[in-house]
T-cell receptor, first 113, second 112 residues
């Protein structure tokens, strides 16, 4: 079974803080993704990575950065958290190749006060 | 990314009913996926479809990849209370495309 884990289920931070969200997958997947999910807006892609140290911007990268130093780990960084970054953050991974299927972690509910 | 048009936005089910939802797009997709999300959890993959016309079942769930490659539907037969949740369709545009496009979701609730 594919397992994608996220470091925290719930997180509360203050405006201006630097926030790290960690994601780990145990299936040797090539690709990893970070999404945010907001009511009425669905899932929106923030960043993704198709290899170690490689990253590409998704649809809403502003205010975020990512790091992928090891294949199994993909970190999302909020350099200076703001209240409009309060959201559910979902990490996903996929094996790579044709007809790829993404597998999601349980999500981190982040509240920025 | 491109949004898929998913309908209905929400539905109420009565235990034992068959329910159906669908996704459409103006673009041709290479892969269609259906996910279910329970409250406070991440989406879980239900069914993956890779060929136009493909019809695939997973227990009481059946999904089809439309022959035009621009649509897909998901049917749930004989619904039970644990079927409540949000169902998402997702599509992959090209075989070399890492990204998925998502529908906005169909919220399924039990009718009181």
């Amino acid at each position: 079974d594919v397992k994608v884990t996220q470091s925290s289920r719930y997180l509360v931070k203050r405006t201006g803080e630097k926030v790290f969200l960690e994601c780990v997958q145990d299936m040797d997947h090539e690709n990893m993704f970070w999404y945010r999910q907001d009511p009425g807006l669905g899932l929106r892609l923030i960043y993704f990575s198709y290899d170690v140290k490689m990253k590409e911007k998704g649809d809403i990268p502003e205010g975020y950065s990512v790091s992928r130093e090891k294949k199994e780990r993909f970190s999302l960084i909020l350099e200076s958290a703001s209240t409009n970054q309060t959201s559910m953050y979902l990490c996903a991974s996929s094996p790579g190749g044709r007809g790829d299927t993404q597998y999601f972690g349980p999500g981190t509910r982040l509240t920025v006060l | 990314g491109q949004q898929l048009n998913q309908s209905p936005q929400s539905m109420f089910i009565q235990e034992g009913e068959d329910v159906s939802m669908n996704c459409t797009s103006s673009s041709i997709f290479n892969t269609w996926l259906w996910y279910k999300q329970d409250p406070g959890e991440g989406p879980v993959l239900l069914i993956a479809l890779y060929k136009a016309g493909e019809l695939t079942s997973n227990g009481r769930l059946t999904a089809q990849f439309g022959i035009t490659r621009k649509d897909s539907f998901l049917n749930i037969s004989a619904s039970i209370p644990s079927d409540v949740g949000i169902y998402f369709c997702a599509g992959q545009l090209g075989s070399n495309d890492y990204k998925l496009s998502f529908g906005a979701g169909t919220t399924v609730t039990v009718r009181a």
